[in-house]
Nanobody, 123 residues
Framework: QVQLVESGGGWVSAGGSLRLSCVASGGTFSGYAGGWFRQAPGKEREFVATIAWSGDRTYYADSVKGRFTISRDNAKTVFLQMNSLKPEDTAVYSC?????????????????WGQGTQVIVSS
């Protein structure tokens, strides 16, 4: 059973940066596709980024492309570097692991989820 724990969230001014980490415990991230999703107040959870289990392919939502970078160390941790943050990036960010997909953009493709970390971007 893989347990995922996010960290790195917080408060930042618009234009600033944050780096989120997602650590796997009780197992490893090896062999799992990794993903980040976010949920803003009053909105549905949405896809942000995914990285292949091999670490060599990534895919981003249009809203974050060019500003966010997903990466992994292929063992325990998946990262989300967030630059040029905007107030509309404010949300709870959750990481997830998918066991049976090379990459995954859909919530239902993921098997394990973290509890989430809050990101607040002020204008």
């Amino acid at each position: 059973q893989v347990q995922l724990v996010e960290s790195g969230g917080g408060w930042v001014s618009a234009g600033g940066s944050l780096r989120l980490s997602c650590v796997a415990s009780g197992g490893t991230f090896s062999g799992y596709a990794g993903g980040w999703f976010r949920q803003a107040p009053g909105k549905e959870r949405e896809f942000v980024a995914t990285i292949a289990w091999s670490g060599d392919r990534t895919y981003y939502a249009d809203s974050v492309k060019g500003r966010f970078t997903i990466s992994r160390d292929n063992a325990k941790t998946v990262f989300l570097q967030m630059n040029s943050l905007k107030p509309e990036d404010t949300a709870v960010y959750s990481c997830a692991a998918a066991a049976t997909y090379f990459m995954a953009k859909v919530e239902s493709q993921y098997d394990y989820w973290g509890q989430g970390t809050q990101v607040i971007v002020s204008s």
